[in-house]
């Protein structure tokens, strides 16, 4: 996905990633800070940080966390949003996923959450990600992922597209197994969740118009057998939920 789009999405809704209740939390959000207060690592790295939850959540757990976006304005309101909660130690840093401006071996851990399905090029993202970790760091990607069947996939990404002009690509659990064992990473955690989100919500974070939030509905509405199971649409005191799959993975870089 060209950077620009990427950029002009998420520079004009900073703020709604600011506040958004699906991004501030969630059940992979709470395990990867209980695995992280486990391991304590010294330095880390935040890719994508958006809005700024991850960071926030791991501070705590890590003396020094730079938290980094591609999208200044979004940098800036998650630097306002950390300040104001109280992580005034965090700091920041403009570049793109796949080209880490970072010497080798300088991280503890690097994290990436909700944002790696807009990466052009995830593979290389991870590769980065890897050559910026010291010996027994680890990488925690939390990112929605497609079925399996590779039709219904297609279907669930269009989606994400239609509401998102700049989404990428949603790979399945087993794409980023696959890229992490590439990169010599050992899978300490591969965590699947489902997650409920308002259909309004969901279209109001992105600015979506009335009849794209049509069209977007009856997809849900209409999906076939495979793809209505993964979205699970039903309606809950007269709202419209549907939910989105996720993973936790987590590994780790060996002597």
């Known amino acids: 996905m060209p950077d620009s789009l990427v950029q002009a999405q998420f520079g004009a809704h900073a703020a709604n990633y600011v506040a958004s209740a699906a991004h501030a939390a969630g059940e992979s959000l709470d395990h990867l800070r209980a695995w992280m207060a486990v391991r304590r690592p010294h330095r880390l790295l935040d890719i994508a940080t958006g809005g700024g939850h991850t960071a926030l959540a791991l501070a705590s757990a890590c003396p020094q966390v730079l938290a980094t976006d591609l999208t200044f304005p979004m940098l800036l309101a998650a630097r306002s949003f950390l300040h104001a909660h ?47 970790l010291r010996t027994n760091g680890c990488l925690a990607v939390i990112d929605n992922v497609a079925p399996d069947n590779l039709a219904a996939a297609s279907l669930v990404n269009a989606f994400e597209k239609l509401r998102d002009p700049s989404h990428g690509r949603h790979q399945t659990a087993a794409d980023w ?9 050992q899978i300490a955690l591969n965590q699947p969740y489902r997650k409920a989100l308002n259909f309004a919500d969901y279209c109001t974070r992105m600015s979506v118009p009335a009849h794209r939030r049509t069209q977007l509905s009856a997809l849900l509405l209409q999906a076939p057998a495979a793809v209505h199971s993964y979205f699970n649409p039903r309606t809950i005191d007269g709202a419209l939920w549907f939910d989105l799959r996720e993973i936790l993975i987590i590994g780790t870089l060996p002597d």
Not at 177 to 185: D, G, I, K, P, S
């Open 86 to 132: 109280g992580a005034h130690a965090t700091t920041f840093a403009l570049h793109n996923a796949a080209q880490l401006p970072f010497s080798g071996a300088c991280f503890d851990a690097v994290t990436c959450r909700l944002a790696a399905h807009h990466f052009a090029a995830p593979d290389q993202f991870v590769s980065e990600s890897v050559r910026c």
């Open 177 to 185: 197994e696959a890229m992490f064992t590439a990169n010599r990473l």
